[in-house]
């Protein structure tokens, strides 16, 4: 059975940084793509950043280049996504997902597995 676990979220000031991670168990990252959500408080899940699984290519929202980063590690088996000048809008859960990945960031599926989640919040 697939299985990821998200971590790293925190407490933030606005301008922090963050490194969340993303371990995957029951699959390789070399079979499925990975994207990050990020959910605010009352709003939709929305797709921020993602890594194919055929050579690590990746893929950003418009909102979050230049500020977020994704990664990955084959040999731990993980994803991880830098955040950084994060600002008050970034609160919320982060989730990460086996998703498809474009140029333009992950693409929602009803049929994806789905982590817990990890909450970060960031202050003025």
């Known amino acids: 059975q697939v299985q990821l676990v998200e971590t790293g979220g925190g407490l933030v000031q606005s301008g922090g940084s963050l490194r969340l991670s993303c371990v995957v168990s029951?699959?390789?990252?070399?079979?499925?793509?990975i994207g990050w959500f990020h959910q605010a408080p009352g709003a939709e899940r929305r797709g921020v950043a993602c890594?194919?699984?055929?050579?690590?290519?990746?893929g950003y929202r418009d909102s979050v280049k230049g500020r977020f980063t994704i990664s990955r590690d084959t040999v731990k088996n993980t994803v991880y996504l830098q955040v950084d000048s994060l600002k008050l809008e970034d609160t919320g859960v982060y989730y990460c997902?086996?998703?498809?990945?474009?140029?333009?960031?992950?693409?929602?599926?009803?049929?994806?597995?789905w982590g817990q989640g990890t909450q970060v919040t960031v202050s003025s």
């Open positions: 997902a086996t998703v498809y990945c474009s140029r333009y960031g992950p693409e929602y599926s009803d049929y994806a597995y």
């Open positions: 890594i194919s699984k055929r050579d690590g290519t990746t």
């Open positions: 029951g699959a390789s990252l070399n079979y499925y793509d």
